[in-house]
């Protein structure tokens, strides 16, 4: 039985190591890398169902940053990833957000619908009201030009929360 766990222990050079033992400059390093593992999982044209399918991605992107990011995930007819774009940097506490921007970006892209998405810098993924109240006027502005919102992701460094799931939208 404990065979196949030490085989795959040999296979897995990671495996004992912890944050704690690894210097500042390594723990960059292996962030730029699992960046671009998961990069290549979330890349151009992979269907995107359901929040948890790019919860990872997403945290590694935005989490850790010191001020709001508010960035949008570009999907086809068919919710496929056409691309992930930050479109507005904030403060500690909040992104203005453009409603025209946010079109414009979609309309360049050729997207049929999309997600939107931003950290919390202070690790509390709850979601405020002003989170609600941003979704549900970009929702509008969207349909205007017959664009689908998916959903809207709050990001931290620990957590992840939908707001579709949270019933804002």
Do not use: W
Not at 1 to 24: G, Q, V
Not at 33 to 45: D, Q
Request: charged share 20%; net charge positive.
């Amino acid at each position: 039985m404990s065979a196949p766990n030490a085989a795959s222990a040999r296979e897995d050079r990671f495996h004992s190591l912890t944050p704690a033992s690894l210097s500042s400059a390594e723990q960059s390093s292996v962030v730029a890398l699992a960046l671009k593992v998961l990069s290549g999982r979330f890349r151009r044209g992979r269907t995107v169902n359901a929040p948890g399918d790019i919860q990872q991605f997403l945290r590694l992107k935005l989490s850790g940053r010191r001020n709001e990011v508010f960035g949008v995930i570009f999907l086809d007819a068919r919710h496929r990833l056409i691309r992930m774009a930050e479109l507005f940097h904030g403060t500690v506490d909040g992104a203005t957000v453009y409603p025209r921007v946010v079109v414009q970006k979609a309309l360049d892209n050729n997207a049929a619908a999309l997600i939107l998405v931003h950290n919390h810098p202070s690790n509390i993924s709850e979601p405020s009201e002003a989170d609600c109240g941003i979704t549900l006027k970009r929702a509008r502005a969207l349909a205007r030009v017959a664009l689908r919102r998916g959903d809207h992701l709050v990001v931290t460094d620990g957590s992840f929360v939908s707001l579709a799931e949270r019933g804002c939208i």
